[in-house]
């Protein structure tokens, strides 16, 4: 399992942060798990033993025992977009387990984007009851931790992703070599050109990429590195970024 380098984490050490990949960390056993490298993350508060999980797809148990082998217990989940590969569902002909699992092993809210809320509920088959619904710039708590959430659509019309101590974690929005696709059902590539260059412009250099898949050699960047690297930043406006991106 990974613990990846923590930037200023203050002083009193009590934020928790875990990148799992599944495949490899947990759902050792699933073929398919170790084919789409997704990335599960943990967040919590150490000093109140409380965590969040952000897409927990594949192994809803194995993300619990994790969480119980470090001292923490789950309080809620957070989703990046509806995908199964990031909530559970069925995809290519697989079922992967996800949030209609792990609601059947624990009872935690599950936070979604309000326009993703219908769609997650479809793939997964949980009940309205069990999603909660936000719009860009609410603040989801874990102990005294503060995850700030950011709709980011272009992938799927509400993905979002979530900003916590000078971390971004960005489902499919980006990763650290190009972006989510926008050619599948409710892909938008002009709106994923404004998710890049405006809604995350606020996201500093100097805060921490981690990324929904393992689509590079490492697991994690600064943000500078990415928009210095990325090919994805390249176009210098929407035009072009239409030429390269749009069909």
């Known amino acids: 399992m990974t613990d990846q380098p923590q930037p200023a984490a203050g002083a009193d050490d009590r934020f928790y942060f875990r990148q799992l990949l599944a495949g490899r960390d947990i759902a050792t056993d699933n073929p398919l798990a170790r084919q789409m490298v997704n990335f599960v993350y943990l967040i919590g508060d150490r000093a109140t033993g409380e965590a969040l999980v952000v897409d927990p797809a594949y192994d809803p148990q194995g993300i619990l025992d994790v969480l119980a082998a470090d001292g923490m217990r789950l309080t809620g989940a957070l989703a990046t977009h509806y995908h199964p590969d990031h909530v559970g569902g069925d995809m290519m002909g697989y079922s992967v387990t996800g949030i209609a699992e792990l609601l059947?092993?624990?009872?935690?809210?599950i936070h979604v984007q309000h326009d993703e809320a219908e769609l997650v509920r479809q793939v997964t088959g949980v009940a309205e009851t069990d999603l909660v619904s936000h719009g860009s710039g609410d603040v989801v708590s874990v102990g005294a931790v503060d995850i700030?959430?950011?709709?980011?659509?272009?992938?799927t019309p509400g993905s979002q992703c979530f900003l916590v101590d000078n971390r971004l974690v960005a489902g499919d929005t980006l990763f650290l070599e190009g972006c989510g696709r926008t050619d599948l059902p409710g892909g938008d590539?002009?709106?994923l050109y404004d998710s890049l260059t405006n809604r995350l412009a606020k996201v500093p250099d100097e805060a921490v990429l981690f990324p929904g898949h393992l689509y590079s050699p490492e697991p994690s960047a600064s943000m500078g590195h990415t928009r210095q690297n990325n090919f994805v930043f390249k176009p210098k406006t929407e035009e072009q970024w239409m030429m390269m991106f749009g069909a």
Request: charged share 5%.
């Open 104 to 109: 059947g092993l624990t009872s935690v809210p």
């Open 148 to 155: 700030e959430l950011i709709h980011t659509p272009g992938h």
């Open 189 to 191: 590539p002009s709106a």
